[in-house]
Each structure stands twice: as structure tokens, then as C-alpha cells.
């Protein structure tokens, strides 16, 4: 037996082979001599960890490039088809479901509105298990090829003792949306044999954006989340911080105002009362009945030169929202601020002069030069994209080691589901 603490020959294997493939997957495609380069290690480790790679069908061949005399470099890259993950967003009005290869191409989508029901856990578990299984089925895969299902949902979420994979012990407090110590793993468990990853909304966002858009390339950054509610994901030194019990990152229910606007969380004058897309509609005299947010905060932005209660609203937004930035500025140093959430890059254009405008009378001097705020790059759907990285990331953070399968809920005799399965399995799921 190795001693505690002893790295084993299998360990330094599986950390070469994560190595190698997280730096494939995020710099290539790149030539055998350039990830010796980059990673420090031997020729011959290289090698024999490529050889693997690919005999694995984890890593292809990607082209070639001339190089320095002698015979062209062949480029190798992280092959997009050899697996697959889900990305769910249990957003505030739908539930919005994306399967992708391993290069993030979506490939099937679905999006399933949360209507009358709202945030009612049975509704919702039964919604999401089904976009899984509807996105799994249109694009043609194996769901024995998908390597995991992440997602996203608002509130804090607790991993208790959780194995990676698993997520059965996933519990949820989201107090805003009337959710109290839900055991929201348990219920999808009950509905799939995927391996599950459940994270908060917002910080699932947070990886998106550090992985591949604003935070790419910068080590210390707040990346906010503006939609119905507000929420924000803090990365420290390269890493997610969490804090002791997962809650942190909670900006929308930091006090702007002492005795101020009652919040959806029951408590007065938090952020999100000022600058979440609800609050805002909702102190709108003019906003237009029964269309969506997004229509509404719309149909705001378009009034603001002809409304005077639409412009005094968005400058009063566009305020507290830069006095909110300065206090992440002042408490965390960030290099960066991403604004992103569909609310949040609707509002964007026409705030964000204002909002760097406050946040530099607000903040401390010198940190607040050293601080960009700009405007997330990936788009409304980017929760999505996140919550489709936790099992990404498991992935390469495993160097490519699949998660052991749970036995089938309900599978019929050839392994298949069909229709009537998927609507028994969704039944006992949430019965």
C-alpha cells in the first residue's frame, strides 16, 4: 500500500494525462514539441501520454505546420466528438436545456417554460429531466456517450459530502424563490443515470466567462449576473471562491439602502430591489402586461427618451449599480468586473458610461484604476454554457476519466428509452 500522501506512478500517469489535455483544450491546437514546451515535461513522457491520448480517441490529429528545417509539426487537438454534456439553466421564467460536443458546439437545444408553475420543485425537476432527455434524443447520441449533465439554478447550493458525478446529496436554498433546503440532486437522481454536477447560476456563468470570454486571461474578477435577480461569481487568484458554506458571491442582497425597497428575498434596500429586470418592471408605471421581461426591460430601454419615468428609472439603475460595482471593487480588488445575464448585457449599452462614472466616485482611487468594467461576451444563453462546464471540467481535471454509471432508472429491454418510459421516470422522480 503507498504511504498517505506518497504520489503513485498511476498519479503522476493521470496528472500528466490532465496536463496535456486541459493545455490541448484551451491553447491548441498545438505540436508535440510546443506542449513539451509548455508543460515541461520529457519527450518521452509526451509522447507516451499523446500515444494514450489518442488511442483513447480523447485527442486527434488537427493539421501540420511547417517548422524550422526538418519535417512539419503535426498539430493535435482535443477531439470534439469523443464525448458529449448537457448544460441546464433553471432560469427565472424557463428552463433552458443545450447539449454540446467537447468544443462546446451546440448541437441540440431545448427550452421549456416554467408557466403558471413557476419555481414549484416538482415542475421543475420534471421539466428539466425532460429537455435532457429531449436534447439527448435530437441529437441522434448514446446518452452512454454524453459524460455529464451540469447545472445551474438560482440560490445557494450545498455539495454536502457529494462524489463528483453524482450530485445526489446536491441540496438547495433558494430563498427567493420559495426553495428550503431542497434536495434538488436526489430528485434529478431519481430521473437519470447522467452523472450530475449542480452549481449556482451565477457562477456557472462565472466559469463560462473565465473560460471563454471576460475573465479569459486575468486571475482575479467578479463576474455579475443581472436578470430577474442579481447574483455575482468571485474568482481569487485563479480559483472560485466559495466561502464556508457556498454562499458567497450573493451581491444582489448586499444593503445599498437602510430601510429601502422591500426585496424578493424579504429583506429592504438589497441591490437587486434597484437593478434586478423585476424590480425595475415593477416600479415602471408604463410597463406592458403580459409579455415577458425581456420584452418589458425592452420596451423600457426603447421609452427612455420619450418617458421621463422610464429615464429617471434607468439613471437611478445605472446609480445604484455602479455604487454596488465600487463595493466589489473596494472589498475584492478584482483586475475586472463582467457585467453579464440577459438583463445585464440588455441594459449594458446605454448604462455602463454611468455605471463606471459612480463606481469611480464610489470606490477607493487606486484599486478602481486598476479595475476594468466591461460587458460579458457570451451572450444571453451563457448560464448554459457554464453549468455544461462543471462536467467538462471534471473531464479534464481527471484527464479524461469517465464517472462509473449508476444502473439505468427504467431502461427498456434494448436499453433505449422510449416515450412512455421517459414520462414514468419523470413521474417517479418527482412523485
Given amino acids: 500500500m503507498a504511504e498517505r500522501g506518497k504520489r503513485t506512478v498511476r498519479d503522476l500517469r493521470r496528472g500528466n494525462r490532465a496536463s496535456l489535455l486541459r493545455h490541448l483544450y484551451f491553447e491548441g491546437p498545438l505540436s508535440r514539441q510546443e506542449l513539451g514546451r509548455d508543460t515541461g515535461l520529457s519527450a518521452g513522457s509526451i509522447s507516451n501520454v499523446v500515444g494514450e491520448l489518442i488511442a483513447d480517441g480523447m485527442v486527434e490529429e488537427a493539421g501540420a505546420v511547417e517548422s524550422d528545417g526538418g519535417r512539419p509539426r503535426t498539430l493535435l487537438q482535443v ?125 456557472t456563468l462565472g466559469q463560462a466567462e473565465m473560460w471563454f470570454g471576460g475573465g479569459r486571461g486575468a486571475r482575479n474578477v467578479v463576474i455579475a449576473l443581472i436578470g430577474s435577480g442579481v447574483g455575482a461569481a468571485v474568482v481569487a487568484d485563479g480559483s472560485p471562491f466559495h466561502g464556508a458554506t457556498s454562499s458567497a458571491g450573493e451581491w444582489g442582497h448586499t444593503t445599498l439602502r437602510v430601510g429601502g425597497r422591500t426585496c424578493r428575498c424579504g429583506s429592504r434596500g438589497c441591490l437587486e430591489a434597484y437593478v434586478g429586470a423585476e424590480a425595475l418592471l415593477a416600479r415602471w408605471p408604463a410597463a406592458p402586461h403580459g409579455q415577458s421581461e425581456e420584452a418589458g426591460l425592452a420596451a423600457l430601454l426603447a421609452a427612455a427618451d420619450q418617458d421621463p419615468a422610464a429615464t429617471s428609472l434607468l439613471a437611478e439603475a445605472a446609480e445604484y449599480l455602479g455604487a454596488g460595482i465600487a463595493d466589489l471593487i473596494n472589498l475584492f480588488n478584482p483586475q475586472r468586473i463582467v457585467i453579464g445575464g440577459w438583463a445585464g448585457l440588455l441594459l449594458g449599452p446605454r448604462l455602463l458610461p454611468t455605471v463606471r462614472e459612480v463606481a469611480a466616485a464610489y470606490a477607493l482611487r487606486h484599486p478602481c484604476a486598476q479595475t476594468s468594467i466591461e460587458l460579458g461576451r457570451l451572450g444571453p444563453d451563457a448560464v448554459t454554457v457554464g453549468a455544461a462546464t462543471l462536467p467538462l471540467a471534471r473531464f479534464l481535471e481527471t484527464g479524461g476519466e469517465r464517472v462509473v454509471r449508476l444502473p439505468a432508472p427504467s431502461p427498456d429491454g434494448d436499453g433505449r428509452d422510449n416515450p412512455d418510459t421517459v414520462r414514468n421516470r419523470v413521474a417517479r422522480a418527482v412523485r
Avoid: M
Fill in 79 to 203: 477531439a470534439p466528438g469523443y464525448g458529449y454534456v448537457v448544460g441546464v439553466d433553471v432560469g427565472e421564467t424557463r428552463v433552458r436545456v443545450e447539449l454540446f460536443d467537447l468544443a462546446l458546439t451546440e448541437l441540440a437545444s431545448d427550452d421549456l417554460p416554467l408557466s403558471d408553475s413557476g419555481h414549484d420543485v416538482d415542475h421543475v425537476v420534471r421539466l428539466a429531466l425532460e429537455g435532457i432527455e429531449s436534447v439527448v434524443r435530437e441529437a441522434g447520441i448514446d446518452d452512454r456517450e454524453v459524460l455529464g449533465v451540469g447545472v445551474g439554478v438560482p440560490g445557494i447550493v450545498e455539495q454536502g459530502d457529494c462524489v463528483p458525478g453524482e450530485g445526489d446529496g446536491v441540496v438547495v436554498h433558494g430563498q427567493t424563490i420559495g426553495w428550503d433546503a431542497v434536495p434538488f440532486g436526489r430528485l434529478l437522481r431519481a430521473g437519470t443515470a447522467l452523472p450530475l454536477y449542480i452549481d449556482n447560476g451565477a457562477k
